[in-house]
C-alpha cells in the first residue's frame, strides 16, 4: 500500500512569492492534514480537510489556504512569502470514526526556503 | 489553553541504558494521546494510541504508559537505531485538534 506522497520535496523561494504543495493521501483515507514544523516552533496546525470540506483550522494567517479534491488529494497555498515561512511542511492522512481522526500517517514532507 | 510539553529535550544515552521520556499535557478533554518517531529529513511515524489512565502499550523495546497528566515513553536496553526525534500529540476531545509536542532528541551511542 503507497504512503502520503507529496511534492515536490524541496522549493526555494524569493519574498513575495506564492507556492503550491500538493498532497496524495493513503487510498481510503478521506481526512488529509497538514502542519508546518520548524525548529523553533515544532510541529502546528494548519488545516484540515475531511471530504473536500475545511473541518478544522489552525492559528495561521489567511496567506495559507487549501483545499481537498474528489479523490481526497489535496493542496496548499500559500501566497505572499516571508522568510518566516520557512519550514518543514507536512501532510498526514487519516481514517475517521465517528467524528474523530485516527493515527495519522505523514508524507515526507516538502522543504520550503524563502530567501 | 491546552498544552503539551516534552521532556527532556534532548537525551544522550549508551547502548543498553534504559530510560524514560516524559509528555505532560493539559487539555480540556483527551481524547488520545499519540507517540511518533521522526528521523531525520522524514516524516513522523505513528507508535502508540494511549487512551485511558492506566493504559499501556509496548513494542519491541518501548513501552508508552498513561496517567491522567502524563505519558512516558519508556526504552529498554536501547540501540542505535533507536536514535530519534520522539513526538508526542494529545488529540483534544471537543473539536478533534492533534496538539504536538516539540519532541525529544534521542541520541544512542555504541
Known amino acids: 500500500k503507497a504512503g502520503v506522497t507529496q511534492t515536490p520535496r524541496y522549493l526555494i523561494k524569493t519574498r513575495g512569492q506564492q507556492v503550491t504543495l500538493s498532497c496524495s493521501p493513503i487510498s481510503g483515507h478521506r481526512s488529509v492534514s497538514w502542519y508546518q514544523q520548524t525548529p523553533g516552533q515544532g510541529l502546528q496546525f494548519l488545516f484540515e480537510y475531511f471530504s473536500e470540506t475545511q473541518r478544522n483550522k489552525g492559528n495561521f494567517p489567511g496567506r495559507f489556504s487549501g483545499r481537498q479534491f474528489s479523490n481526497s488529494r489535496s493542496e496548499m497555498n500559500v501566497s505572499t512569502l516571508e522568510l518566516g515561512d520557512s519550514a518543514l511542511y507536512l501532510c498526514?492522512?487519516?481514517?475517521?470514526?465517528?467524528?474523530?481522526?485516527?493515527?495519522?500517517?505523514f508524507g515526507s514532507g516538502t522543504q520550503l526556503s524563502v530567501l | 489553553e491546552d498544552q503539551v510539553t516534552q521532556s527532556p529535550e534532548a537525551l544522550r544515552l549508551q547502548e543498553g541504558e534504559s530510560s524514560s521520556l516524559n509528555c505532560s499535557y493539559t487539555?480540556?478533554?483527551?481524547?488520545?494521546l499519540f507517540w511518533y518517531r521522526q528521523d531525520p529529513g522524514k516524516g513522523p511515524e505513528f507508535l502508540f494510541t494511549l487512551y485511558s489512565a492506566g493504559e499501556e502499550k509496548e513494542k519491541e523495546r518501548l513501552k508508552a504508559t498513561l496517567t491522567k497528566k502524563e505519558s512516558f515513553l519508556h526504552i529498554t536496553a536501547p540501540k542505535p537505531e533507536d536514535s530519534a526525534t520522539y513526538l508526542c500529540?494529545?488529540?483534544?476531545?471537543?473539536?478533534?485538534?492533534?496538539?504536538f509536542g516539540a519532541g525529544t532528541r534521542l541520541t544512542v551511542k555504541p
Open positions: 498526514a492522512s487519516s481514517l475517521v470514526t465517528g467524528r474523530a481522526n485516527e493515527k495519522l500517517f
Open positions: 500529540a494529545v488529540q483534544v476531545r471537543d473539536n478533534n485538534d492533534m496538539r
Open positions: 487539555v480540556s478533554g483527551l481524547r488520545g
